[in-house]
């Protein structure tokens, strides 16, 4: 059974830093972790887009983040990260993993989705 599960959401004042982080994992079967990306749901707010990174670390960023997010994976751990700075109010949102994922070796990838952090930006 194929599970991501964020760590790394908190309270965080503006200009701070937070790095989010998304493990996936498996069952019986190895993995194998294509495309992964990060997403955001802000209150009252259509899911959007923030980042994403190929299997070869290949990124890219939404406008809004740009300059302030990193993402990073480390392919052994089937791990990827978003490395936040420069943190605004407007970045307050739950954060989503998603990653495209074979759950065996002769399956077809498909999405699968964490449960969400959140980041709350504030003084």
Known sequence: ???LVESG?????PGGSLRLSC??????????????????QAPRKQRELVATI???GSTNYADSVKGRFTASRDN????VYLQMSGLKP???????????ISPS???TPRAFWGQGTQVTVSS
Request: aromatic share 10%; hydrophobic share 35%.
């Open 54 to 56: 190929t299997s070869l």
């Open 76 to 79: 052994v751990k089937n791990t």
């Open 90 to 100: 407007e970045d307050t949102a739950v954060y989503y993993c998603n990653a495209n």
């Open 1 to 3: 059974q194929v599970r």
């Open 23 to 40: 493990a996936a994992s498996g069952g019986v079967y190895t993995i194998r972790v294509n495309d992964m990306a990060w997403y955001r």
């Open 105 to 107: 070796p002769l399956s």
């Open 9 to 13: 959401g908190g309270l965080v004042q």
